[in-house]
C-alpha cells in the first residue's frame, strides 16, 4: 500500500462499511472506491471486506494493519504541517463544546480566534457523534468533562467543579441534559436522594426560564477547592491524541485554557 490515496480509501472503508460512504466523506465516487480496493485486494492478497447483511465487513487481517496504517497516516500529516506555524494560514477551525460553556464563553472563544486568523470558525455545541468526529479530524478541539473516553483522545484536565442548587426549591426539580455528562447518571442524588424529577430538558434558555417555579443542580468550577457538593465532574480539553503535539492543536489550546478559566458556573 504505497499510494496515500489508497490509504485514505482503506481507512474510509474500515469507519463507514460502506462504498457508497466511504466515497461521500473522501469526495470521490463510488466507482473510483470500489476500483481502489480491488486494486488493494489484489496488491495485499486479502480480500479485505467481505459483504454481510451490516455492509463491508472486514477481515481479520484487515483489522489487524489498520492501528499502524492509522499511525503512519497520523506521522505523515503532522510531517506535511508547514515547519513554522502560522494561523492565519488556516482554512478552518471546528471546535465542539459542552453547552454551558458555550453559552457563556463561545463568543469570547470567536472574538479570540478572529484576532488570530481569518479562518473559517465552526462552533458547535458537543453532541454524541464529537468524540467519533475529534478521531477521524472533523473537528480539532473539544471542551467537555473528563471521563471514560477511548485511548485515541487525549484529556487535558482543568479543574474540578462544584455544585449547588438554584431557583425555587419548593417547586419541583428539573434535570438539566447534558450530552456526554448526565444523560443516565443523577448527581443530584449524591446530594439528596429523596429529589423526585419529574421534568427533563437538554435546553439551558428553558431551564433558566422555570428557576421560578423549580429548581435544578447547578455547576461552576471549584478553583479554591472549597465545593458546596462535589459532584465528580472536571472539565477538559479533548484533542485526538496523535495530534495533540501538533501546532495548530497547541495554538488552540493555548488559546482556550485562559478563556476557559473565566468561566464561573451556569
Given at each position: 500500500?504505497?499510494?496515500?490515496?489508497?490509504?485514505?480509501?482503506?481507512?474510509?472503508l474500515?469507519q463507514?462499511?460502506?462504498?457508497?460512504?466511504?466515497?461521500?466523506?473522501?469526495?470521490?465516487?463510488?466507482?473510483?472506491?470500489?476500483?481502489v480496493?480491488?486494486?488493494?485486494?489484489?496488491?495485499?492478497?486479502d480480500?479485505?471486506?467481505?459483504?454481510?447483511?451490516?455492509?463491508?465487513?472486514p477481515?481479520?487481517?484487515?483489522?489487524?494493519?489498520?492501528?499502524?496504517?492509522?499511525?503512519?497516516?497520523?506521522?505523515?500529516?503532522?510531517?506535511?504541517?508547514p515547519?513554522?506555524?502560522?494561523?492565519?494560514?488556516?482554512?478552518?477551525?471546528?471546535?465542539?463544546?459542552?453547552?454551558?460553556?458555550?453559552?457563556?464563553?463561545?463568543?469570547?472563544?470567536?472574538?479570540?480566534?478572529?484576532?488570530?486568523?481569518d479562518?473559517?470558525?465552526?462552533?458547535?455545541?458537543?453532541?454524541?457523534?464529537?468524540?467519533?468526529?475529534?478521531?477521524?479530524?472533523?473537528?480539532?478541539?473539544?471542551?467537555?468533562?473528563?471521563?471514560?473516553?477511548?485511548?485515541t483522545?487525549?484529556?487535558?484536565?482543568?479543574?474540578?467543579?462544584?455544585g449547588?442548587?438554584?431557583?425555587?426549591?419548593?417547586?419541583?426539580?428539573?434535570?438539566?441534559?447534558?450530552?456526554?455528562?448526565?444523560?443516565?447518571?443523577?448527581?443530584?442524588?449524591?446530594?439528596?436522594?429523596?429529589?423526585?424529577?419529574?421534568?427533563?430538558?437538554?435546553?439551558?434558555?428553558?431551564?433558566?426560564?422555570?428557576?421560578?417555579?423549580?429548581?435544578?443542580?447547578?455547576?461552576?468550577p471549584?478553583?479554591n477547592?472549597q465545593?458546596?457538593?462535589?459532584?465528580?465532574?472536571t472539565?477538559?480539553?479533548?484533542t485526538?491524541?496523535?495530534?495533540?503535539?501538533?501546532?495548530?492543536?497547541?495554538?488552540?489550546?493555548?488559546l482556550?485554557?485562559?478563556?476557559?478559566?473565566?468561566?464561573?458556573?451556569?
Open positions: 500500500m504505497n499510494d496515500l490515496n489508497a490509504l485514505h480509501v482503506f481507512l474510509a474500515m463507514t462499511h460502506s462504498t457508497t460512504r466511504a466515497a461521500r466523506k473522501l469526495g470521490r465516487s463510488q466507482s473510483y472506491v470500489s476500483k480496493l480491488a486494486q488493494l485486494r489484489e496488491d495485499l492478497d480480500p479485505l471486506f467481505v459483504r454481510t447483511a451490516e455492509g463491508l465487513t477481515t481479520s487481517y484487515a483489522v489487524s494493519i489498520e492501528p499502524r496504517l492509522r499511525s503512519a497516516l497520523d506521522q505523515v500529516n503532522i510531517a506535511l504541517e515547519e513554522e506555524f502560522d494561523p492565519k494560514l488556516l482554512d478552518k477551525i471546528t471546535l465542539h463544546i459542552i453547552e454551558p460553556y458555550l453559552i457563556t464563553i463561545g463568543k469570547d472563544i470567536i472574538d479570540a480566534i478572529r484576532k488570530e486568523t479562518a473559517v470558525i465552526d462552533i458547535r455545541q458537543w453532541s454524541p457523534l464529537s468524540e467519533t468526529m475529534i478521531q477521524e479530524e472533523v473537528v480539532d478541539i473539544g471542551i467537555h468533562i473528563l471521563n471514560n473516553k477511548p485511548q483522545l487525549h484529556q487535558k484536565p482543568l479543574f474540578k467543579g462544584r449547588h442548587f438554584e431557583g425555587n426549591t419548593d417547586g419541583e426539580y428539573v434535570k438539566y441534559i447534558i450530552s456526554g455528562v448526565n444523560e443516565y447518571d443523577n448527581r443530584y442524588e449524591m446530594i439528596d436522594p429523596s429529589i423526585e424529577t419529574k421534568i427533563f430538558t437538554d435546553n439551558h434558555i428553558l431551564t433558566t426560564q422555570l428557576m421560578d417555579t423549580c429548581y435544578t443542580l447547578r455547576y461552576a471549584d478553583k477547592q465545593t458546596d457538593y462535589d459532584i465528580d465532574l472539565v477538559a480539553i479533548i485526538k491524541a496523535s495530534r495533540r503535539q501538533s501546532e495548530k492543536i497547541q495554538w488552540l489550546t493555548k482556550l485554557v485562559p478563556l476557559i478559566e473565566t468561566f464561573e458556573g451556569y
